[in-house]
């Protein structure tokens, strides 16, 4: 059963849907819905008398054996729901730590989880028992049981001291990583965007990464890194990251800070956008707070419009229009993937580099070639040639220096066989 609390009015609620999907990705049957539309919960059970009686005599008929709250229960609302309604009750942080749990596959994935859940159990100790836990199909108590109160406390808090340590260990260790990339010069991107935008998909369709793609929530937990040549040669390392979600649980961003400071550590991110989601618009907002939590707001930012695939052409470009600058894409059918890794080298910051040459008028061809490659700041057209001045990546600039030479010295020795045979 689901239960949840709106102030607006019904019709489609995004919300309940979402916790709808965030309960099919854990593993559960949803039976039923109940939404009460009040400003407030009530203090004491979250819900009103009424609205719990009710939710009683539903959960009974549909044979209901856990209660998901759309909120962060308080553990005093927790536990009077679970008194009255003699059944297992979480809320939504519980639920996306226990998807956490079940997605966590690296041994650094496992202890952010478990940090996260340790963090959220400690004030919710209530020496209950196990009980109610066998219930829900365990949803919401994977990882520690609840047994013994002080003793199991005094274990949390030592266990999370620990975890801490670890993960440290893990945060001095990435950083070294980074540093060991930073020195071998590849800029680093990383994909960034709500869960089930299909970032995983477009790592996979830009490289043979094989990364894990499903359409549930959370597919993704540890990052993936992987090198891509843009097509101007210059290589880059392309991550891929955890998707967000509105209302994360603090305690999963504080726990995750070591992988996600990937994303902070990123010289561009790529913001991937469900632009057929009928919500896509507060998801880029919840993307955007993430980010501004992690301080990386003012990275250089490329919003990818994703899924155009399912959706008329002229509905994606109002996508983007009004989600800002960026490209539309399809991962999953790999289109505008070359557009998006040329947008990716304009914006790669170190990579751009001042270029001032003559290009003969028999080469125009690489005056194109530095329009879609870098942006071209001035063109004069001389007699020998056109004088351009403009920003590209290194790679491209080092090639079209040594072009220049080229023509060059290819000039001189025109003017010189000219004079000799003058
Ligand atoms: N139609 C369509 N579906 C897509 C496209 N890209 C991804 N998908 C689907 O969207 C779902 C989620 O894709 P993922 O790549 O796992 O998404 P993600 O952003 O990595 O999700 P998390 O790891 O959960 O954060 C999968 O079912 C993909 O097949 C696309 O361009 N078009
Ligand atoms: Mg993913």
């Known amino acids: 059963m689901l239960v949840g609390i709106h102030g607006v009015e019904p019709g489609r609620d995004p919300e309940i849907e979402e916790l709808a999907r965030l309960a099919d990705s854990a593993g559960a049957v949803v039976v039923g819905t109940l939404v009460q539309h009040r400003t407030k919960p009530v203090p004491a059970t979250f819900l009103g008398r009424g609205k719990v009686e009710e939710l009683k005599r539903l959960s009974g008929q549909l044979g209901a054996d856990l209660v998901i709250a759309d909120h962060e229960l308080t553990p005093v609302q927790q536990r009077n729901l679970e008194d009255a309604l003699e059944l297992k009750v979480i809320d939504r942080t519980a639920l996306v730590l ?12 496992r202890l952010q989880v478990e940090l996260a859940q340790m963090t959220y159990l400690l004030p919710r100790l209530t020496g209950r028992g196990t009980a109610l836990s066998r219930l829900g199909g365990g949803i919401g108590t994977r990882g520690p049981g609840e047994t013994k109160l002080e003793v199991d406390r ?21 950083a070294l990583q980074r540093k060991a990339r930073r020195e071998a010069q590849f800029p680093t991107v990383a994909l960034v965007g709500y869960t089930n935008a299909g970032k ?26 992987r090198k891509v040549t843009l097509p101007n040669g210059q290589p880059v390392l392309l991550t891929d990251t955890v998707g967000f979600i509105t209302r994360l649980p603090t305690q999963l961003v504080a726990a995750f800070r070591a992988t996600l400071e990937e994303v902070t550590e990123a010289d561009v991110l790529v913001h991937v956008v469900d632009g057929s989601h009928p919500d896509w618009q507060n998801q880029m907002r919840a993307v955007s707070k993430v980010l501004a939590e992690l301080d990386a707001a003012d990275k250089p930012t490329i919003i990818a419009v994703n899924k155009t695939d399912q959706m008329p052409t002229a509905e994606a470009r109002a996508v983007l229009a009004e989600a800002g600058e960026g490209v539309v894409i399809s991962a999953l059918h790999k ?65 079209l220096r040594a072009l220049a030479q080229r023509w060059s010295s290819r000039k001189r020795r025109n003017q010189h066989g000219r004079t000799e045979t003058d």
Not at 158 to 174: K, M, S
Not at 205 to 221: C, I, P, R, S
Not at 360 to 389: C, K, N, W
């Open 335 to 399: 289109v505008g993937l070359l557009n998006l890794l040329r947008v990716i080298s304009k914006h790669l910051p170190e990579g751009l580099v001042k270029v001032r040459l003559t290009v003969p008028y028999a080469q125009a061809g690489a005056l194109s070639q530095m329009f879609t490659h870098g942006r071209v700041l001035r063109q004069d057209y001389a007699e020998d040639g056109i004088r351009v001045e403009a920003e590209l990546p290194r790679v491209q600039a080092e090639q």
């Open 200 to 225: 995983s998909t477009l790592l996979n369709a830009l490289t043979d990464a094989g990364v894990f793609v499903e359409d549930k929530l959370f597919a993704t937990l540890d990052p993936t890194v």
């Open 154 to 174: 005094r274990r949390i808090r030592r266990r999370i001291t620990d975890l801490r340590a670890q993960i440290g260990e893990i945060r001095q260790h990435r």
């Open 98 to 109: 226990d998807i956490f749990a079940r997605r966590a596959q690296t041994h650094e994935g």
